[in-house]
């Protein structure tokens, strides 16, 4: 069992910066894949971006890539999301996910974004 708190959320003007965290508790394998989704108001969830816990692969989605960056800490069992040139359409909630093989199987609570134009 894998429990997840993210933080780092807030309100920033377009153009800006913002940097999440996930930490993780519980038990981990090394074979795990960490990953981030959002939500925005009346739409469907959505993949970010995703990394494996072992060996640092990523994955992101084409709305991200190139403004946005998942890393990890193994030591610390964190997973970061930076994400630059912020949007206004980048606005939602925020969720990070672990993948145990089972699919996405454990979510954190999730944490607000807000661009401004």
């Known amino acids: 069992q894998v429990q997840l708190v993210e933080s780092g959320g807030g309100l920033v003007q377009a153009g800006g910066s913002l940097r999440l965290s996930c930490a993780a508790s519980g038990r981990t394998f090394s074979s795990y894949v960490m990953g981030w989704f959002r939500q925005a108001p009346g739409k469907e969830r959505e993949f970010v971006a995703a990394?494996?816990?072992?060996?640092?692969?990523?994955y992101y989605a084409d709305s991200v890539k190139g403004r946005f960056t998942i890393s990890r800490d193994n030591a610390k069992n964190t997973v970061y999301l930076q994400m630059n040139s912020l949007r206004p359409e980048d606005t939602a909630v925020y969720y990070c996910a672990a993948d145990t093989s089972s699919g996405w199987a454990y979510w954190g609570q999730g944490t607000q974004v807000t661009v401004s134009s």
């Open positions: 990394i494996r816990w072992s060996g640092g692969s990523t």
